[in-house]
T-cell receptor, first 116, second 113 residues
Framework: AQTVTQSQPEMSVQEAETVTLSCTYD???????LFWYKQPPSRQMILVIR??????QNATENRFSVNFQKAAKSFSLKISDSQLGDAAMYFC?????????????FGSGTRLLVRP | EPEVTQTPSHQVTQMGQEVILRCVPI?????FYWYRQILGQKVEFLVS????????KSEIFDDQFSVERPDGSNFTLKIRSTKLEDSAMYFC???????????FGQGTRLTVV
């Protein structure tokens, strides 16, 4: 079974600085998707960024980028120029490409605090 | 922008009572999901639903749980006889036919007392 591990329960960053959130996963599959979701105090789960395992290029969405290391099974999220609105819980998630249900397997989350 | 809507935002119920959590998925989506997040823990998959039937369910989704799409727009999760340990945030999600990702609602916080 696949597992997703987020070893940082909480991280803190100064506004305008850069922070990296860690995520590792365990799978025997070669084709899968990885996601980072943001859960602000409003509780809604918002997709931040997605990475296809077959793509070597790291995904980027504006200030958000990932460092995908397939061999190491690592998928970290880098937030550049941190803003107060980035404060939230961040969940790393895995989805098997062969899973017809498209269900997500989540990590335990990292709470990001942004200091003004 | 279309979104998944869940009601109510917070429900308090007595142990042993039935509760129905409601979700309105994005209108052209065909795949529907329920996830659960116990306070302070990870988000867990409960069930996926497609073509009016369950396509997959987790070990958590036992006989106390059921899902239904009663009218073509709503997608409901029913817990027949709630237990204290059912207290959690419940998230509904939906996905379009060609989409690789699901869109989540804002969640319903269920408190069983």
């Amino acid at each position: 079974a696949q597992t997703v591990t987020q070893s940082q329960p909480e991280m803190s960053v100064q506004e305008a600085e850069t922070v990296t959130l860690s995520c590792t996963y365990d799978t025997s599959e070669s084709d899968y998707y990885l996601f980072w979701y943001k859960q602000p105090p409003s509780r809604q789960m918002i997709l931040v960024i997605r990475q296809e395992a077959y793509k070597q290029q790291n995904a980027t969405e504006n200030r958000f980028s990932v460092n995908f290391q397939k061999a190491a099974k690592s998928f970290s999220l880098k937030i550049s120029d941190s803003q107060l609105g980035d404060a939230a819980m961040y969940f790393c998630a895995y989805r098997s490409a062969g899973d017809s249900s498209y269900k997500l397997i989540f990590g335990s989350g990292t709470r990001l605090l942004v200091r003004p | 922008e279309p979104e998944v809507t869940q009601t109510p935002s917070h429900q308090v119920t007595q142990m042993g009572q039935e509760v129905i959590l409601r979700c309105v998925p994005i209108s052209n989506h065909l795949y529907f999901y329920w996830y659960r997040q116990i306070l302070g823990q990870k988000v867990e998959f409960l069930v996926s639903f497609y073509n009016n039937e369950i396509s997959e369910k987790s070990e958590i989704f036992d006989d106390q749980f059921s899902v239904e799409r009663p009218d073509g727009s709503n997608f409901t999760l029913k817990i027949r006889s709630t237990k204290l340990e059912d207290s959690a945030m419940y998230f509904c999600a939906s996905r379009g036919m060609r989409s690789t990702e699901a869109f989540f609602g804002q969640g319903t916080r269920l408190t069983v007392v």
